[in-house]
């Protein structure tokens, strides 16, 4: 059977075959892969990784994040928000600077 460090350079790699063949052999879901004192999805390994195509298959595969990383999905959603806020700010001013201008 595969152990988790394959999981883990298959989901960063984006080794999605080799990922689908462990779950087609009746591979379990949710292990987790353990570093620098802590346990990491599959999920995240991918996605840290930008392999989104991996992370669709993964949760598909019915993987899922841990806690932690949900908490830090949300603060990275609320970073995303703010960051669309200013620019969204920002290009309303410069439409304006320029009807001013004309």
Known sequence: MTDIKELWEYACNGNIEELKKYYDDGGSINNRYFKFGEGHSLIMGAFRNNQFDT???L????EEV?????????VEMRK??????LTEQQEQSVRMNKSQSM
């Open 80 to 85: 995303f928000d703010i960051m669309r806020e």
């Open 59 to 62: 949760i598909s595969a019915g």
């Open 55 to 57: 992370v669709e298959y």
């Open 66 to 74: 841990t806690k932690k990383e949900y908490d830090e999905i949300c």
